[in-house]
Antibody, heavy 118, light 110 residues
Framework: QVQLVESGGGVVQPGGSLRLSCAAS????????MNWVRQAPGKGLEWVAF????????YYADSVKGRFTISRDNSKNTLYLQMYSLRAEDTAVYYC???????????WGQGTTVTVSS | QSVLTQPPSASGTPGQRVTISCSGS????????VKWYQQLPGTAPKLLIY???QRPSGVPDRFSGSKSGTSASLAISGLQSDDEADYYC???????????FGGGTKLTVL
């Protein structure tokens, strides 16, 4: 079935780094743009980053620009988010989400939790 | 402070019709399509409406979306207890060069 499974979350100290992964299955991963969206505890959704189907274009939210890098390996059907210089305000559940051809994020993973704390 | 503005809460009784508004600007809703997401407690968001008023397969026709100028709304008719969830609007923003979400509306079924 169509599925996205995130991994790599955990507890990290301020200033630290972490890499999240999102394994895709059940659809042609290399044909779709992909996103990371996060949700801080008790807060709303915040879009983080987008990567085009072929990796040729990447966009970032201002809040993470210069600190986070989105990438993908289409041979492994996997999306990544490399996070550097982590701050307390980066604490959130991180979801990967597929951009549908029609419009909108039609497939979401279950999320992985990142906690930035000393 | 979210780029798109939604009321923090809404409520209705079973069977009632409720609407949730979403206000933006010319760089987002005014020039791009609106999506709506439903997030049930403890779960990942789910696409409810895309392209302003289109429902993905499997979404009941009790859910409908509309857009006018720089505002949009989600209507839920025949309210049911399992509609109790957080609802988010979203759109691409040409100025920010990214997607923006509303702050979310918590729907309570009384």
């Amino acid at each position: 079935q169509v599925q996205l499974v995130e991994s790599g979350g955990g507890v990290v100290q301020p200033g630290g780094s972490l890499r999240l992964s999102c394994a895709a299955s059940g659809f042609t991963f290399s044909s779709y743009g992909m996103n990371w969206v996060r949700q801080a505890p008790g807060k709303g959704l915040e879009w983080v980053a987008f990567i085009r189907f072929d990796g040729s274009n990447k966009y970032y939210a201002d809040s993470v620009k210069g600190r986070f890098t989105i990438s993908r390996d289409n041979s492994k059907n996997t999306l990544y988010l490399q996070m550097y210089s982590l701050r307390a305000e980066d604490t959130a559940v991180y979801y990967c989400a597929k951009l549908s051809n029609g419009d909108g994020f039609d497939i979401w993973g279950q999320g992985t939790t990142v906690t930035v704390s000393s | 402070q979210s780029v798109l503005t939604q009321p923090p809460s809404a409520s209705g009784t079973p069977g009632q019709r409720v609407t949730i508004s979403c206000s933006g600007s010319s760089s987002n809703i005014g020039s791009n399509t609106v999506k709506w997401y439903q997030q049930l407690p403890g779960t990942a968001p789910k696409l409810l409406i895309y392209s302003n008023n289109q429902r993905p397969s499997g979404v009941p026709d009790r859910f409908s979306g509309s857009k006018s100028g720089t505002s949009a709304s989600l209507a839920i008719s025949g309210l049911q207890s399992d509609d109790e969830a957080d609802y988010y609007c979203a759109a691409w923003d040409d100025s920010l060069i990214g997607w923006v979400f509303g702050g979310g509306t918590k729907l309570t079924v009384l």
